[in-house]
């Protein structure tokens, strides 16, 4: 009974056993990590554009230069009789403008073209920086290098007025002269002429009647934007002249003109000319301030010794280009400043680029002038700026 009783225990117990869950010999699952977002990488910013990689060339350009480099640059001088290889080496000169006796050797004959081209090299090949060249070649009474037929074949450039009489309909007489008269300076290494000649007249007993086109501001303004447009498909530098319009005044060669016209005169007027050139020369164009003194903006100062007058040209006119004085040994400035330094002066109004004879007394005074504070290197820094960029608009530097 007792081992009935004890199989029958035995039997459960082993069904028990065998009842019991079995566990599995399989590795856990492990849970997912939860998913982290990837940012997404930002675009590439885009390339620099040419005008931004041409920027960054004038600014190392700038920065590679001694402050007497920069104040150098600020300078177009008239080209001297003597010593002028040593004195672009010296005096690290911006530019030289050329008058009738640069295209004649020493007995006054004229030079042949080659010889012209092979002057002007030797001059570029004594430079750091590539010169500014210039003449005034507006035409008729005021012509440099047209004088010389071994450049010119054809003769004498012609005057604007004379360019009017002779419009058939046919073409652009204006532009078609101004093509060939630049091509003709570019070719024997002349890259700016300082024209066009941008004043309205209407009375031919003025003094400036004759080398402007003789028509009313709209007439003039037409004219001028064909002939500054002309120039920058040419590739020549044009320098549109004399701000703020000269109107019926004196010659400030020999004294000081006095304007007492009004402003609007000039808004209404005397601006459209100027205006119609900046639209059509771009960044090849320059902008030459007279010695008037101009009472409705200054009454005190000539307009290239005026900071009023500097401030409407940037301000009212929009402009941001090269302003250059005419020639700084005028009459009309010289008594302006006291102490011979008129140059100063000139660069304290607003101007970026000062046409002088006197150059080699006038550089040492601003030089002075950055040292005692007087001037800025920060505005030298400014105009010499405007400077290489015109340069570079012009091909000079890359």
């Not at 230069?65 to 640059?73: D, N, P, R, S, Y």
């Not at 040492?364 to 002038?369: G, M, Q, S």
Request: charged letters at 20%; hydrophobic letters at 40%; one cysteine or more.
């Amino acid at each position: 009974m007792r081992r009935v009783l004890f199989t029958a225990v035995l039997a459960a117990l082993l069904l028990a056993a065998c009842a019991a869950p079995q566990v599995s010999e399989e590795p856990p699952v492990p849970l997912e990590p939860p998913a982290v977002e990837v940012p997404e990488e930002p675009p590439a910013p885009p390339p620099p554009t040419e005008e931004e990689l041409a920027a960054e060339r004038v600014e190392d350009l700038l920065n590679s230069m001694t402050l007497e480099e920069k104040v150098g640059q600020l300078f177009f001088a008239r080209c001297p009789a003597t010593g002028a290889l040593e004195d672009i080496a010296s005096c690290h000169l911006g530019g030289y403008l050329l008058f009738g006796r640069d295209f004649k050797d020493a007995a006054g004959n004229y030079l042949k073209a080659e010889q012209v081209t092979e002057k002007i090299r030797s001059y570029q090949d004594a430079a750091r920086i590539p010169l500014l060249i210039g003449v005034d070649e507006e035409g008729g009474s005021v012509a440099r290098a047209s004088w010389n037929p071994n450049l010119f074949p054809n003769g004498r450039c012609k005057s604007p007025q004379w360019l009017l009489r002779h419009q058939n309909g046919e073409g652009d007489l204006f532009a078609e002269d101004a093509r060939e008269k630049s091509g003709a300076l570019l070719r024997c290494g002349v890259n700016v002429n300082l024209a066009p000649v941008c004043d309205v007249s209407l009375h031919p007993g003025s003094f400036i009647y004759d080398r402007t086109l003789g028509q009313d501001a709209p007439a003039t303004a037409d004219y001028v934007e064909r002939v500054v447009a002309a120039m920058r498909e040419s590739g020549i530098g044009s320098v549109l002249k004399h701000f703020p319009g000269y109107g019926d005044n004196v010659d400030t060669h020999d004294g000081t003109a006095l304007d007492q016209r009004p402003i609007e005169t000039f808004v209404s007027s005397d601006f459209l000319p100027f205006q119609a050139g900046l639209a059509a020369g771009g960044d090849t164009a320059a902008v030459l301030v007279c010695h008037n003194i101009v009472s409705c903006m200054d009454s005190e100062l000539p307009a290239s010794l005026s900071p009023a007058v500097h401030e409407i040209l940037r301000g009212e006119l929009g402009f941001d280009g090269v302003a250059m004085t005419d020639d700084l040994a005028m009459k009309a400035v010289n008594a302006y400043a006291g102490d011979g330094s008129v140059a100063v002066m000139a660069l304290k109004a607003g101007n970026d680029l000062l046409i002088t004879a006197d150059y080699r007394t006038q550089i040492p005074k601003v030089l002075e002038a950055v040292e005692n504070g007087g001037l800025l290197e920060a505005d030298l820094d400014n105009a010499c700026r405007r400077i290489l960029r015109w340069k570079q608009a012009l091909g000079l530097i890359a």
